[in-house]
T-cell receptor, first 114, second 111 residues
Framework: AQSVTQPDIHITVSEGASLELRCNYS??????LFWYVQSPGQGLQLLLK??????LVQGIKGFEAEFKRSQSSFNLRKPSVHWSDAAEYFC????????????FGQGTELSVKP | SQTIHQWPATLVQPVGSPLSLECTVE??????LYWYRQAAGRGLQLLFY??????ISSEVPQNLSASRPQDRQFILSSKKLLLSDSGFYLC??????????FGSGTRLTVV
């Protein structure tokens, strides 16, 4: 079955500390992988995506993610967290074709301590 | 450039009342359109998707329905709302291999 697992429901980090949000997926074909961020009461904004090529992808706001096929993982990282990064983060996987349906993880809520 | 509009932003409706949420996309043609619901403390649940005018696929049986009367218009409806219909509703579109673009959402509270 196709699925996305974000093992951490809630993470708290100190401002300036590094961050890693975990994402594991189960998908029968070559996947497209995405990370989205959602501020409270807002829609989702695309942070970054992976289709093919270099397994380390750079996104907006200083985020990056690494695709590891052997581990079926696509973890999101940021070297130094800012208070404005507090939000909910969603990992998603989709088919390798245009406009396919995305499967989302349950989300990880990030809190940032001053 | 492409934009997606979703309204209203917030809505409080009594149980048993009808519902109509609208989503429109500008700057693109023949997009795939999606309705998601996000209940408190939960992830995103795909409710409906549409690949063209009049073509609606339902992902989960429920009290809601969707319609696509025009290429860039996607409507979520209910004849009689239930308390369990409360949540945050998100419209999204996709046209190519760039994932989804989401609207700003509608917070629905059924009282």
């Amino acid at each position: 079955a196709q699925s996305v697992t974000q093992p951490d429901i809630h993470i708290t980090v100190s401002e300036g500390a590094s961050l890693e949000l975990r994402c594991n997926y189960s998908y029968g074909a070559t996947p497209y992988l995405f990370w989205y961020v959602q501020s409270p009461g807002q829609g989702l904004q695309l942070l970054l995506k992976y289709f093919s090529g270099d397994t380390l992808v750079q996104g907006i706001k200083g985020f990056e993610a690494e695709f590891k096929r052997s581990q079926s993982s696509f973890n999101l990282r940021k070297p130094s967290v800012h208070w404005s990064d507090a939000a909910e983060y969603f990992c998603a996987v989709g088919p390798y074709n245009q406009g396919g349906k995305l499967i989302f993880g349950q989300g990880t809520e990030l809190s940032v301590k001053p | 450039s492409q934009t997606i509009h979703q309204w209203p932003a917030t809505l409080v409706q009594p149980v048993g009342s009808p519902l109509s949420l609208e989503c429109t996309v500008e700057g693109t043609s023949n997009p795939n359109l999606y309705w998601y619901r996000q209940a408190a403390g939960r992830g995103l649940q795909l409710l409906f998707y549409s690949v063209g005018i009049g073509q609606i696929s339902s992902e989960v049986p429920q009290n809601l329905s969707a319609s696509r009367p025009q290429d860039r218009q996607f409507i979520l409806s209910s004849k009689k709302l239930l308390l369990s219909d409360s949540g945050f509703y998100l419209c999204a579109w996709s046209e190519s291999d760039y994932g989804y673009t989401f609207g700003s959402g509608t917070r629905l509270t059924v009282v």
